[in-house]
C-alpha cells in the first residue's frame, strides 16, 4: 500500500467512514425521540400549570425534567397504537392464510375489506369537515378521524390483495402510499399532542381537588405578603428576645413545583377560593419549613 493512501477494507469504504454510518444510524433515531418526549414533556407540563395560571417557560425546568414528565403523557396513547397495531398484524395474517385457500372463502369474507375501506373513507371525510369546522370536533377527534380513516383505507385493500392471493403494494401506488404514512405520522403527533395537554389539565384539576397530596408549607418573610382575605394564616412574630430578621409567618401553603431556584406555593383552599402562587426563591431570603399531612 502506498504511503498515504487511506485503508480500504475492500468495499469501496475507508474504515472510518463505516464508523459515521454507524455513529448516524444510531445518533438520529436517538435524537428524534429525545425531541418527541421533550416536546410532549412541555406540553403536558405547560396545560398541568397554566391551570394555575403559570406559563412553563416561567417554571424553567431542564430538558431532563420534560422528558420525565413525557412518560405521563405518552403511555396511554402509545399502549393503544402497539394494542390496535398488534390486532391489525394478526387479521392480515390470517387474510394471508385465507388468501391460500380463497376457493372456500365465502363471499362475505371478499366485501369485508371493501367495507373497511369505505369506513375509512367516512371517517376521513369527517375528519376534513371537523378541521374545517362543519361540525364542533374536539381536539382529538380531528387528527384521529383523518389518521384512522387514511389507516382504514389502505388497510382494507391491502386485505383484498391477500385474500386474493396477490402481493401488496403494487408498484404505482408506492408513491401514494409514503404520502399517507406522512399523513399518518402527521396526525399521531398531533393527537398525541392533544392528548398530552388534556391530560395535563386534567391532572391539574386533580391536584387542584387534593392539594394536601403535596407538602405543607410554612413561610417566614421580613416583609408582610398580601393573600385574599382569610386564606393564609398570618402570625406576627414576636420582637422580644434576640433580634431576628423574619417578622411575619404564614402557613396554610403547599408546595406546588420548585425549580430553577424558585418555590411556587399555593393556597390550601385554592380550588374553592382561587387566589394567587406565590414564587419565593429557594434561598436566605426566606426561611421555608416543610411537613407532611
Known amino acids: 500500500m502506498a504511503e498515504g493512501e487511506p485503508d480500504d477494507d475492500g468495499s469501496g469504504r475507508s474504515p472510518w467512514g463505516n464508523w459515521v454510518v454507524t455513529l448516524t444510524t444510531l445518533v438520529a433515531p436517538t435524537t428524534f425521540i429525545g425531541a418527541l418526549l421533550l416536546y410532549f414533556g412541555f406540553a403536558f407540563t405547560d396545560a398541568q400549570y397554566?391551570?394555575?395560571?403559570?406559563?412553563?417557560?416561567?417554571?424553567?425546568?431542564?430538558?431532563?425534567?420534560?422528558?420525565?414528565?413525557?412518560?405521563?403523557?405518552?403511555?396511554?396513547?402509545?399502549?393503544?397504537?402497539?394494542?390496535?397495531?398488534?390486532?391489525?398484524?394478526?387479521?392480515?395474517?390470517?387474510?394471508?392464510?385465507?388468501?391460500?385457500?380463497?376457493?372456500?372463502?365465502?363471499?362475505?369474507?371478499?366485501?369485508?375489506?371493501?367495507?373497511?375501506?369505505?369506513?375509512?373513507?367516512?371517517?376521513?371525510?369527517?375528519?376534513?369537515?371537523?378541521?374545517?369546522?362543519?361540525?364542533?370536533?374536539?381536539?382529538?377527534?380531528?387528527?384521529?378521524?383523518?389518521?384512522?380513516?387514511?389507516?382504514?383505507?389502505?388497510?382494507?385493500?391491502?386485505?383484498?390483495?391477500?385474500?386474493?392471493?396477490?402481493?401488496?403494494?403494487?408498484?404505482?401506488?408506492?408513491?401514494?402510499?409514503?404520502?399517507?404514512?406522512?399523513?399518518?405520522?402527521?396526525?399521531?403527533f398531533w393527537a398525541v399532542h392533544a392528548y398530552a395537554k388534556r391530560h395535563g389539565t386534567d391532572e391539574a384539576r386533580y391536584l387542584a381537588r387534593h392539594l394536601w397530596l403535596r407538602p405543607a408549607v410554612t413561610v417566614d418573610t421580613a416583609e408582610r405578603l398580601y393573600f385574599p382575605p382569610r386564606q393564609v394564616r398570618e402570625t406576627v412574630l414576636p420582637v422580644a428576645g434576640p433580634p431576628q430578621r423574619f417578622r411575619y409567618r404564614y402557613e396554610g401553603l403547599r408546595l406546588l413545583a420548585e425549580a430553577n431556584g424558585r418555590m411556587f406555593l399555593i393556597p390550601d383552599d385554592w380550588a374553592e377560593k382561587g387566589g394567587n402562587v406565590l414564587v419565593v426563591p429557594a434561598n436566605n431570603a426566606v426561611r421555608v419549613a416543610f411537613r407532611s399531612d
Request: proline residues 5%.
Open 50 to 188: 397554566a391551570y394555575f395560571g403559570i406559563d412553563a417557560a416561567t417554571l424553567g425546568f431542564s430538558p431532563r425534567d420534560y422528558a420525565m414528565r413525557s412518560a405521563a403523557a405518552l403511555y396511554v396513547p402509545a399502549g393503544t397504537a402497539l394494542t390496535v397495531a398488534l390486532a391489525g398484524v394478526l387479521v392480515y395474517y390470517a387474510a394471508r392464510t385465507l388468501g391460500d385457500r380463497s376457493t372456500h372463502l365465502p363471499p362475505g369474507g371478499r366485501l369485508a375489506p371493501y367495507a373497511l375501506s369505505v369506513c375509512g373513507l367516512v371517517m376521513f371525510t369527517l375528519g376534513m369537515l371537523g378541521g374545517l369546522g362543519v361540525w364542533r370536533a374536539g381536539a382529538m377527534d380531528t387528527p384521529l378521524l383523518l389518521g384512522c380513516g387514511l389507516v382504514l383505507v389502505v388497510y382494507g385493500r391491502a386485505l383484498s390483495f391477500k385474500l386474493t392471493g396477490t402481493s401488496y403494494p403494487v408498484a404505482r401506488e408506492r408513491l401514494a402510499l409514503a404520502l399517507v404514512a406522512a399523513l399518518v405520522v402527521l396526525c399521531s
